[in-house]
């Protein structure tokens, strides 16, 4: 079992930067696949970002592709989502989670199997 707390959010003018973290405990979380997710007003959850357990294969939506970059130091088992040129339709409450081993990079919610609380993002215009 793993729990994920998400921290970083709030309230950003259009073209501001954020930075989110996800600290993981429970395990160590340096074998592991991780994504960002999403959910606007509204709207289904969307998929962010992904990165490998190592670190050295991420993808991107391509919504957030260009202005985001998503990281981690499994030395203190934490991943992080770098969101510069931020817009008002990047307002969401933004979770992390933990990859199912046998699908990495999915962008389906469901192949995710731990969740954070999220962290809420708010940009105004």
């Known amino acids: 079992q793993v729990q994920l707390v998400e921290s970083g959010g709030g309230l950003v003018q259009a073209g501001g930067s954020l930075r989110l973290s996800c600290a993981a405990s429970g395990r160590t979380i340096d074998n592991v696949g991780m994504g960002w997710f999403r959910r606007a007003p509204g709207k289904d959850r969307e998929f962010v970002a992904f990165i490998s357990g190592n670190g050295l294969w991420s993808s991107y939506a391509d919504s957030v592709k260009g202005r985001s970059t998503i990281s981690r130091d499994n030395a203190k088992n934490t991943l992080y989502l770098q969101f510069d040129s931020l817009k008002p339709e990047d307002t969401a409450i933004y979770y992390c989670?933990?990859?199912?081993?046998?699908?990495?990079?999915?962008?389906?919610?469901?192949?995710?199997?731990?969740w954070g609380q999220g962290t809420q993002v708010t940009v105004s215009s």
């Open positions: 989670a933990v990859s199912d081993p046998y699908e990495l990079g999915s962008t389906a919610a469901n192949d995710y199997d731990y």
